[in-house]
């Protein structure tokens, strides 16, 4: 019997693109930044309306809370992605020290690196602030409009979400770092990030199509 993972990636890639479009309708409006460096597409945004106050309370519990990210490149006409970024950060407040300790999992530091806050501002200041972004190689975009969509999920549910998540940062396929990626690891990523939550507190973005006129080069 095929695992749910297996079967993700097997979906067909009209329904990815179903999903893509229902996708855009349903988001939140977000600006990204894009630029060309060194042949890569890198991507910003800011993610604050995902880290509302009513959360603070949520960060403060002395229990290690968890925030996944993933980030997707699309044709705006809705087919499979051409590139994926997954974040998965572990935040937990320590109570005697009043700090926040953030471990952050990324293509960068797949291993993860460790990091400091103090104060609720400036932990949801990073986990708001999604910058430098790695998108693939700059010249999939080259042609037609293109869309980049987000989601951001608040102490996942889906546990094969986050385990998902987790390998695809430990693992990047080639177009992470060159090349292109698979479909089938693309198609499975794209599953979880284009269909909705089933459970947790997910929110979707999705910004406004562009062109590579609108790319910013150095």
């Known amino acids: 019997m095929r695992t ?7 979906l067909p890639l009209a329904l990815l693109a179903a999903a893509a479009l229902a996708l855009a309708a349903d988001a939140v409006p977000v600006t990204a930044g894009l630029e060309a460096r060194g042949g890569r597409l890198v991507a910003s945004l800011d993610l604050r309306s995902a880290f509302p106050d009513d959360l603070r309370k949520t960060f ?6 968890v925030v996944a990210v993933q980030v997707a490149l699309l044709p705006e006409d809705g087919e499979a992605p051409a590139a994926i970024f ?3 950060l572990e935040i937990r407040y320590d109570v005697w020290e009043e700090r926040y300790g953030i ?11 460790r ?30 409009r293109w869309v980049v969509q987000a989601r951001v999920e608040v102490n ?4 094969e979400l986050l385990e998902r998540t987790r390998e695809f ?10 090349g292109a ?16 939550s089933d459970g947790g507190d997910s929110r979707l973005f999705a910004a406004r199509p562009f062109t590579a006129r609108e790319v910013r080069t150095p």
């Open 60 to 65: 403060a519990n002395g229990l290690t809370n």
């Open 86 to 88: 997954g974040r998965v």
């Open 181 to 196: 990626p698979s479909r089938s690891v693309l198609g499975a990523m794209a599953s979880y990030l284009l269909h909705g």
């Open 156 to 159: 996942p549910v889906s546990r």
């Open 4 to 10: 749910r993972a297996a079967a993700a990636g097997a």
């Open 169 to 178: 940062i430990a693992n990047p396929p080639s177009g992470v770092r060159g």
């Open 103 to 113: 471990t952050v999992r990324d293509p960068a530091s797949p291993a993860g690196r």
């Open 115 to 144: 990091l400091t806050e103090r104060s609720w501002a400036d932990l949801r200041q990073l986990l708001s602030d999604a910058r430098d972004l790695d998108l693939g190689p700059a010249a999939a975009v080259a042609s037609g």
